[in-house]
């Protein structure tokens, strides 16, 4: 199931067509409330090329899915080994074994609540305080 917006839907839709998995893949297109995506996924698969700050990777953390992500995903720095998967994008090899890690469904399991627990801390409330500690250091800075 994919969710969201590109600009390359088409193409993605002819590469599952040709690849002969067109009937198992559905393209769901954007939508307002993902939660029940998140909920009905087993995993979170995000081979990006350039993400500084993935708020669906950090959704789908929240939610205890496992994560497979890029080097190029800055979101990327908040999983370790035994929270999620982080590899080079273009490797389609890398991607598909970290894939078949996955369906160790315990395995899966562990790496959810693991990335969920990396997550946990950066609340709201913790973002505001940052953003005003942030804004308060550089008001006061020498120019």
Known sequence: ???GHDKHLARYRAMAQSHGIAD???????????????HAADAFV????????SNAMLEAM?????VITSTGCGAAELLSAESGYVVDALDDAAVARAMEELLDLAHARRLGAAG?????????DRMTNDYLA?????AGAPR
């Open 1 to 3: 199931m994919v969710v």
């Open 24 to 38: 198992a893949v559905r393209f769901e297109g954007p939508r307002d409330d993902v939660l029940p995506y998140y």
């Open 46 to 53: 995000l081979p990006t090329l350039y993400d500084p700050q």
């Open 62 to 66: 929240g939610c205890g899915l496992p």
């Open 116 to 124: 969920r627990r990396a997550i946990e801390p950066y609340t709201l």
């Open 134 to 138: 942030l804004y308060a250091r550089l």
